[in-house]
């Protein structure tokens, strides 16, 4: 057999094969060696140079308009690939077809909104923050605060289960605000980013130095930051603190944005009741967060909050659609749930169950399971795993351990909104949670007492369910972050994501001049 490719790293403007050791990217179904990378002996310095150098004044030297323009080449690029990197989140991912579009699809839509975002802010280089301001009685006297790019580079480290989207929804923002980027995805599952780079060169879609992709780890990128420059990451929080931890990032007060863990909850209204259609709209959301992506999204519903007196009846109903998932090489139709992503992600989950199992009682899934499709004993699989615990129950792991799997927690509750957000906070943060109700009141309630524990609240109604993806998909025009546990970080949210990339600075002044730089 020959030796699997070995990707090399798009860094100054060219491609670059690493040495030393190499680490192997694997189908997680079948566990055939897909790539190899290598990250020793790349001059990681000089890239971060380079994309300051060159990167930075090209993008700066574009308005908005222009920046736009060029997320719309990358938008077009890769939708005139999607085929090819759907099979290739397939194949490296462990994804299922509908899990490779939510990631590719996700990627695409994210670029072509902020495509729209530039184009819609036209020939300008400067942002205006807020209307101007009076600074004295004498109108000449003048306040504005403007946004300006940062000279520095965007360093980006991204997690294993968004290969395309967690590339894309980054490198959009920070484009469009006018600063360069290098990119570092997770190593296990960086095939589809290292396409999206072919295809993104090949294109000629942006200028050079704009964005470069570090295959492999990441050495001692981040030892070499400056004081314009920033860190976007996504993954543990264990990392994200050592990130922070960095000397230079410390000293150079480097800003840097963390997207981590959380217990994501769905919590029912106590005016559902069993077979309503938001009840139904809840288990369907559920049940969609516990299976796409075999559970890897951070987003998804980890703790489900059901009033007391219809834990039973949820549980089974649950039980009954995890019953007819079926399990294994998600390059066949009709398997709805692929492996997660690699052997220790595997170990991970099967550790948290154990443990989250302590706090109550497993309803459904072992664990272990008959995976179709795959020769006997390959892969990275697991059933999806339901897990109930007693009401009033302390359930410490509950509210304390992301399993990042297709694992989900019943926690009965009073059917009372304040209870349902002290339960919710024990979480200390998240990205997101949910509430499915028809009564305002309950809504309104519980809305209020959640709210300063995310970045996100998501209202499930029956009334939207045609429109929405559920809670678990992240959209541009929102923010995506979370306080504590989630990294105390803010990512998207249409305009409001470019302020991360660019220095907000107040002018004080004479009106007319003031009004020339911000027209
Ligand atoms: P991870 O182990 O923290 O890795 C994340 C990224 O950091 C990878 O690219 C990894 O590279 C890199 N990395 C690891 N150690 C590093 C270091 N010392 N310096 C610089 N980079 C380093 O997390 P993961 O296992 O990939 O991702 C799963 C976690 O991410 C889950 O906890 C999940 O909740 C979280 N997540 C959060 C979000 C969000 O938006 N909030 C989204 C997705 C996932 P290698 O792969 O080369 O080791």
């Given at each position: 057999m020959s030796a699997p490719r070995l990707l090399k790293s798009y860094l100054s403007g060219r491609w670059a094969e690493g040495t030393g050791r190499a680490q192997t990217l694997v189908n997680p179904a079948t566990e055939e060696p897909l790539a190899e990378v290598k990250s020793g002996g790349l001059d990681l310095a000089g890239a971060l140079e380079h994309a300051r150098k060159v990167g930075g004044p090209a993008l700066r030297a574009m308005t908005l308009g222009e920046r736009g323009a060029m997320l719309r080449r990358m938008t077009d690029a890769l939708q005139a690939h999607r085929n090819e990197l759907l099979d290739l989140a397939v194949a490296n991912g462990g994804n299922t077809r509908g899990d490779a579009k939510f990631d590719v699809d996700g990627a695409i839509f994210t670029l072509a909104a902020y495509a729209d975002l530039g184009k819609g802010l036209g020939e300008v280089k400067v942002l205006a923050d807020g209307e101007g301001i009076p600074l004295a009685r004498n109108p000449r006297f003048h306040g504005q605060h403007i946004l300006v790019p940062r000279t520095g580079v965007a360093v980006h480290i991204n997690a294993f289960n968004f290969p395309a989207w967690g590339l894309a929804e980054k490198a959009a923002v920070a484009l469009l605000a006018g600063m360069p980027v290098v990119s570092k995805p997770a190593t296990s599952s960086a095939l589809v980013a290292h396409r999206i780079l072919e295809v993104l060169t090949e294109a000629q879609a942006m200028p050079e130095g704009a964005l470069s992709l570090l295959m492999g780890g990441a050495g001692d990128l981040l030892e070499h930051l400056g004081p314009f420059d920033v860190v976007a990451f996504t993954g543990s929080s264990d990392t994200g603190v050592s990130i922070r931890s960095i000397s230079p990032v410390i000293k150079n007060s480097v800003r840097v944005n963390v997207e981590a863990d959380s217990l994501n909850a769905a919590i029912l209204g106590p005016d559902v009741a069993a077979g309503q259609e938001t009840w139904d709209y809840f288990v369907k959301d559920v049940l969609r967060d516990m299976t796409q992506k075999a559970g890897q999204k951070c987003t998804a519903i980890r703790r489900v909050l059901v009033p007391s007196d219809r834990a039973d009846r949820l549980r089974d109903d649950l039980v009954e659609r995890l019953s007819a998932v079926t399990v294994g090489n998600?390059?066949?139709?009709?398997?709805r749930m692929g492996p997660v992503a690699t052997a220790g992600q595997l170990e991970d989950v099967r550790a948290g169950v154990a443990q989250l199992a302590r706090d109550g009682r497993l309803v459904f899934g072992s664990g272990d399971v008959k995976a179709v499709g795959v020769p006997a004993g390959k892969g990275f699989f697991t059933t999806p795993v339901l897990i109930e615990v007693e009401a009033g129950a302390p359930a410490p792991s509950v509210h304390s351990r992301e399993v990042f799997g297709p694992v989900a927690t019943l926690v009965p509750y009073s059917g009372r909104a304040d209870d349902a957000a002290e339960l919710v906070g024990r979480g200390r943060g998240g990205l997101v949670s949910s509430v499915y109700s028809e009564d305002a009141a309950f809504t309104a309630d519980v809305v209020l007492g959640i709210a300063p524990f995310h970045g996100r609240v998501f209202l499930g109604s029956a009334k939207i369910a045609e429109a929405s993806p559920g809670p678990g998909t992240v959209l541009p025009m929102l923010v995506h972050g979370g306080p504590g546990r989630a990294g105390g970080g803010e990512e998207l949210g249409g305009l409001r994501g470019l302020g991360f990339y660019m220095q907000r600075v107040a002018l004080e002044g004479s009106r007319p001049v003031i009004e020339k730089i911000v027209r």
């Open positions: 998600p390059e066949l139709d009709n398997v």
